[in-house]
Structures are given as C-alpha cells and as structure tokens.
C-alpha cells in the first residue's frame, strides 16, 4: 500500500515542483495581487478596477442568468458556423495552392498581406451582402479563420515527404483519394495548428461584430454592460470568453495528439 501510494502521489509532487509550474501560479497570484490593490487603492476612477469580491460576485449573478446562455448558444453557433465554412474553404485553398507551384507564386503573397489586414474594415461590405443579422457575424468569424487556415494547408503541402505521393500514385488514387488518403494525414499537424490559429481569430471577429450592430450574443452583452458602466459585469463576461477560449484550443490540440497516444 505504501508503494501504491508513493506512485499516486510522485507524478502530482513532480507536477508541483516543476519551475514552470510555479512560475506560471506566482505570476497568476502577481497580478490578483496587484488588481486588488489597485482596486483598493482609488488611484483609478470609480468601478474602472473592481475588486475581485466585485467580480466574483458579478460572475456568479452571470453563470445563474438562464438569459446569458441563450446569447451563449448564440455567439457559440455563429462562430462554429464561420469556423466550419472558413476552415473548409480555407482547407481547400491550401490544399490546391500547395499542390500547384504556380498558383502558389501567384496568389500566396496576396494571402500573406491580406491575412494581418484587421478584419473588421469588410463588416460593412458583410453587412451589405448578408444583412445585420447572423450572416454578417458568421461571414466576419469565416473571412478571420480563413487566412490562418490556408496558409498552414499551403505549407504543409509543401512538407509533405514525396515517398507518400508516389505510393499514392502508384495504386493510381484519383484527386480525392489523394487528399483524403495521402495529404490530410500527412500534413495534419500543420492543419490543426492553423484552425487552433483560426478558431482564435474567428472569435474575435464575431465578438467585434456583435459589438457593431447586434441585440444577440456575448459581444453584445459586453458591449451593453461597458455602455452602462457596469464594470464587474463586463470583466465577469470576458473572464467567461477567456476560458471557452482556452478550453475550446486545449480540445483542438488534444485532437492533433491524438497519434502520439500510446496503444495496446
């Protein structure tokens, strides 16, 4: 029993002692540190800080809310909608700007000068073609994944060993048993780490879209709660949108994991 429980406990006490790990508590415990005393200090205008007492509070009012979940489901759909749509079409772009030298000389650079271009400048032109409803918001999360996404289709294309292409064409795979049998698995490393890149930046561009022009959604909810300077609601919300973030590219990365996994 005594060895069972020096096995239980030594992969925690290593976890604990590793330095990195008590870096990162030290620095989460640095920063609650100094928020509540700046919080507590008045140096900043009233509520612009709120205690975490405040915040704590304002979260609990928030996850109890049945009405806050409904704008969840909302936000949730409209990204995954302009995930689903912008990853695939950005799949498929890099898959053919990969495979074809041509094409890759001619329109990548567009897609690296127009990938860091702020997304939000085409809302109104999103606007214009889907309306202000849920279109525009899922158009504005599918542009903002789809730069990210090609481009890492396009480079692991390029990674791909050509032994696996030749194997490939000599059991004379047509184009789509090619890319599902050849190039999605050998290149899904650089694959999941361009939707992980996307999923991030498809957030962002459906929050700020909600935030333009919407009565829907945790953008505008955030939005309403800083217009009524409702400081420990807002900080409460995007508490909440910081760790489905989080959660939400532990899931991705986990799934691109998935074949180091050990088997029996």
Same mark, same amino acid.
């Given at each position: 029993?005594?060895?069972?429980?020096?096995?239980?406990?030594?992969?925690?006490?290593?976890?604990?002692?590793?330095?990195?790990?008590?870096?990162?508590?030290?620095?989460?415990?640095?920063?609650?540190?100094?928020?509540?005393?700046?919080?507590?200090?008045?140096?900043?205008?009233?509520?612009?800080?709120?205690?975490?007492?405040?915040?704590?509070?304002?979260?609990?009012?928030?996850?109890?809310?049945?009405?806050?979940?409904?704008?969840?489901?909302?936000?949730?759909?409209?990204?995954?909608?302009?995930?689903?749509?912008?990853?695939?079409?950005?799949?498929?772009?890099?898959?053919?700007?990969?495979?074809?030298?041509?094409?890759?000389?001619?329109?990548?650079?567009?897609?690296?000068?127009?990938?860091?271009?702020?997304?939000?400048?085409?809302?109104?032109?999103?606007?214009? $073609?889907?309306?202000?409803?849920?279109?525009?918001?899922?158009?504005?999360?599918?542009?903002?994944?789809?730069?990210?996404?090609?481009?890492?289709?396009?480079?692991?294309?390029?990674?791909?060993?050509?032994?696996?292409?030749?194997?490939?064409?000599?059991?004379?795979?047509?184009? $789509?048993?090619?890319?599902?049998?050849?190039?999605?698995?050998?290149?899904?490393?650089?694959?999941?780490?361009?939707?992980?890149?996307?999923?991030?930046?498809?957030?962002?561009?459906?929050?700020?879209?909600?935030?333009?022009?919407?009565?829907?959604?945790?953008?505008?909810?955030?939005?309403?709660?800083?217009?009524?300077?409702?400081?420990?609601?807002?900080?409460?919300?995007?508490?909440?949108?910081?760790?489905?973030?989080?959660?939400?590219?532990?899931?991705?990365?986990?799934?691109?994991?998935?074949?180091?996994?050990?088997?029996?």
């Amino acid at each position: 029993m005594a060895e069972t429980g020096r096995l239980t406990w030594a992969p925690v006490r290593r976890a604990w002692g590793d330095p990195v790990t008590r870096l990162r508590i030290a620095i989460v415990l640095t920063v609650l540190v100094v928020w509540e005393a700046v919080a507590a200090s008045g140096l900043l205008y009233r509520d612009v800080v709120p205690s975490l007492r405040a915040i704590a509070g304002a979260l609990a009012k928030l996850l109890s809310n049945p009405e806050y979940y409904w704008h969840l489901a909302v936000t949730a759909g409209e990204v995954a909608t302009g995930l689903l749509i912008g990853g695939l079409s950005g799949l498929v772009v890099g898959l053919i700007l990969g495979a074809n030298r041509v094409l890759s000389r001619s329109y990548e650079p567009l897609l690296y000068y127009l990938g860091p271009t702020p997304k939000i400048i085409f809302f109104p032109i999103m606007i214009m $073609w889907f309306g202000v409803g849920a279109g525009s918001k899922v158009a504005m999360g599918a542009i903002s994944c789809f730069f990210p996404i090609a481009l890492s289709a396009a480079a692991g294309m390029r990674q791909i060993e050509e032994v696996y292409i030749r194997v490939g064409r000599s059991f004379r795979a047509n184009t $789509w048993q090619m890319a599902i049998k050849i190039y999605l698995p050998a290149m899904r490393h650089p694959v999941i780490n361009g939707v992980r890149l996307g999923l991030g930046v498809a957030i962002i561009g459906t929050l700020l879209a909600e935030t333009k022009l919407s009565n829907r959604g945790l953008g505008f909810l955030v939005i309403q709660a800083y217009s009524l300077f409702d400081m420990p609601r807002m900080y409460a919300m995007l508490i909440v949108l910081f760790v489905l973030a989080i959660g939400a590219n532990a899931l991705i990365g986990r799934v691109g994991r998935l074949d180091r996994l050990p088997t029996r």
